[in-house]
C-alpha cells in the first residue's frame, strides 16, 4: 500500500538526497544515450514524477518492459530536477515490474485520444491526464459539500435507494421487480404486484427529498448525498440515467432563505475546489475552457440575479432571438432559454422563482395567485439549471387536495400517507432543494459531455463498466 507521505504527490514536495520508493504507472518512456527517462504517476498529481535510470542499473529485458501503462516500482533518491514543473526527480537504484501493457495492444498511448474514444475505454480511462484531474476535482467537490453542511450544523441523512412513492410526480422511474418476468410473459399473465419481493410495486428513486423532508421535521437542518435515477429517454450532454443529487432540507425556512443558502453554496464550493484543486483547473482550463477561471471567480464575486418566472418569460419574448422551442407563460424553459438568460441577459447565475403550478411538482408551496408556485431554479451560465428547489406545502388540507387532483397523472394518495401525516403532527413552513452533482462538475471543469465528469455514465442504451 501507498503510505501518505509516498504519493508522487507527495514526493515531488521531498527534498533531494531522501530515500524513496515511487509507486505507479508509466506514463512516457523515452531513452537517450545511456539514460531512460520515465515518468511516473499514481494519480495523486497533476504533475508526474521523472525517474531517471541509468543503463545498467536494471537488465535489458526489464527496460523493455518499461512501456506506457505498465505498473511499476522504483526505489532510488531524490535529486534536484533540471526540468521544468517539479523541484526533484528520482535516481533509480532498483526497479521492479509489477504489470506490463504492451506497447502494441494498451490503447492509451501517448497521443491525445478524444474524450468520445476514452468514454469507450471507461476502464483505462481513468490513467488520462484529462480523468484524472476529473476525478480530482470530484473528489474534492464531496468533501467540499460536506464540509458546508457540517459547517453550518446540518445532519447528514441517507434515504433509500429503493422506494414505492414517486417523489417528483413525474412517473420517470426505473421499476425493481423480482418477478419472474420472462415466465409471465409466456403465460401471458399480468403481473401480481403483491406477490413481489416488497408486497408492491417499488422502485429505484428519483429523489431522497421526501424522506429528508421526515428528517427535517426531527433535525431542523439535514441533506442528502446519494445516488438519484431517472428513467428518462433523454439522450442529452446534461442528462444521466444515474446521477448523483445533493438535497439539503431546512424546517423555519421559506423561498428566500432558500435562495440564500443555495447561492452559498455554490460560491462555496466553487471557493473551496479552486483552493483544493488549482493545478487541475489549470490543466482542464488550458486543454478545455481557456475561460474556465474566469466563469469560475465570476461565480463567486457575482451577486446571483433573481427575477420571476413571469418576468423571465417577457425578457424571452422580446429577445428577438429564434429559439427553437418557443416561450409563451405556462411552458418550461428549455436549456436554450436558460442559457441566454444567464450567458446574454445577464451573464452570471439568475434564480428564477414562481413558476406556473401545472409545470411542477405536487409538493411545491401554492402562491396566492393561484397560479404559481413557490418554486426556484437555479440557472447557470453553460450548464443551465443546476438546481431545483421549492419552499413546500406545509398546509394539510392544500397538500391533498393537490394530489387529490394530480390522481389523473398517476399520483396516489395512499403512497403519501406519510407525507401528508407530517402536516398534521407538528409540521412547520420549510423549504429545500437539490443540485445535481454532474451538472455542478461540468461548471467546475469546464467538461461539455455530463458522461466526462462521472465514473461510469448511465445513459438510454448504455451501462457498460
Ligand atoms: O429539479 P429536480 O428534478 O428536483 C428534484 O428532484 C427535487 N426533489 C429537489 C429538491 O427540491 N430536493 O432535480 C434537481 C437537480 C437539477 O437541478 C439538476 O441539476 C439535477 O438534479 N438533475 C440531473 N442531473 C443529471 N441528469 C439528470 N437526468 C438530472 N435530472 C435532474
Ligand atoms: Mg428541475
Not at 98 to 110: F, I, M, N, R, S
Not at 441 to 464: Q, S
Request: aromatic content about 10%.
Amino acid at each position: 500500500m501507498i503510505q501518505p507521505d509516498s504519493y508522487v504527490r507527495s514526493l515531488l514536495q521531498r527534498s533531494p538526497g531522501e530515500r524513496v520508493t515511487a509507486r505507479g504507472w508509466v506514463k512516457t518512456h523515452r531513452d537517450s544515450k545511456n539514460v531512460h527517462f520515465i515518468q511516473l504517476n499514481d494519480g495523486s498529481s497533476s504533475v508526474d514524477l521523472p525517474i531517471v535510470l541509468d543503463a545498467g542499473v536494471v537488465p535489458e529485458d526489464t527496460v523493455a518492459k518499461i512501456t506506457t501503462g505498465a505498473c511499476i516500482s522504483v526505489e532510488g533518491e531524490l535529486v534536484a530536477s533540471m526540468g521544468k514543473g517539479q523541484a526533484v526527480e528520482v535516481k533509480a537504484l532498483a526497479l521492479t515490474i509489477h504489470g506490463t501493457a504492451d506497447a502494441e495492444h494498451y490503447p492509451l498511448q501517448k497521443k491525445k485520444h478524444t474524450l468520445e474514444t476514452l468514454r469507450e475505454l471507461g476502464h483505462l480511462r481513468t490513467r488520462s491526464n484529462t480523468f484524472a484531474a476529473v476525478f480530482r476535482v470530484r473528489n474534492a467537490l464531496a468533501v467540499a459539500i460536506h464540509k458546508f453542511f457540517q459547517d453550518r450544523g446540518f445532519l447528514y441523512v441517507h434515504t433509500p435507494v429503493i422506494s414505492a412513492s414517486d417523489a417528483e410526480g413525474a412517473g420517470s422511474m426505473f421499476q425493481v421487480p423480482t418477478l419472474d418476468l420472462e415466465g409471465l410473459g409466456k403465460s401471458g399473465k399480468s403481473p401480481d404486484f403483491t406477490q413481489d419481493f416488497f408486497g408492491k410495486r417499488t422502485y429505484l428513486t428519483v429523489s431522497g427529498q421526501l424522506e429528508a423532508e421526515i428528517f427535517a421535521h426531527a433535525f431542523a437542518n439535514v441533506y442528502t448525498f446519494g445516488p438519484t435515477f431517472r428513467a428518462e429517454n433523454s439522450n442529452t450532454p446534461r442528462h444521466l440515467a444515474e446521477f448523483y443529487m445533493i438535497e439539503p432540507e431546512m424546517a423555519f425556512c421559506d423561498l428566500n432563505d432558500n435562495q440564500d443558502l443555495a447561492e452559498a453554496f455554490l460560491k462555496s464550493q466553487v471557493e473551496q475546489v479552486i483552493d483544493a484543486c488549482g493545478p487541475d483547473l489549470d490543466f482542464l482550463a488550458k486543454w478545455y475552457d481557456p475561460e474556465l477561471r474566469k466563469t469560475l471567480d465570476g461565480l463567486v464575486n457575482a451577486s446571483f440575479e433573481r427575477i420571476t418566472y413571469t418576468e423571465a418569460i417577457a425578457l424571452l419574448n422580446k429577445s428577438g432571438k429564434n429559439f427553437e422551442f418557443p416561450t409563451e407563460w405556462g411552458v418550461d424553459m428549455q436549456s436554450e432559454h436558460e442559457r441566454y438568460l444567464t450567458e446574454e441577459v445577464y451573464r452570471k447565475p439568475v434564480i428564477v422563482t414562481g413558476y406556473p403550478k401545472d409545470i411542477k411538482a405536487f409538493y411545491m408551496r401554492g402562491n396566492d395567485d393561484g397560479m404559481t408556485v413557490a418554486a426556484m431554479d437555479v440557472l447557470a451560465p453553460r450548464i443551465g439549471e443546476i438546481i431545483g428547489g421549492s419552499q413546500r406545502e406545509e398546509r394539510h388540507d392544500v397538500l391533498l387536495q393537490r394530489i387529490r387532483d394530480m390522481a389523473a397523472h398517476g399520483l396516489k394518495e395512499e403512497a403519501y400517507w406519510w407525507y401528508l401525516d407530517l402536516r398534521r403532527f407538528g409540521g412547520v413552513h420549510h423549504a429545500g432543494f437539490g443540485m445535481g452533482f454532474e451538472r455542478m462538475l461540468m461548471y467546475l471543469t469546464g467538461m461539455k459531455n455530463i458522461r466526462d465528469v462521472i465514473p461510469f455514465p448511465r445513459t438510454p442504451g448504455n451501462a457498460e463498466f
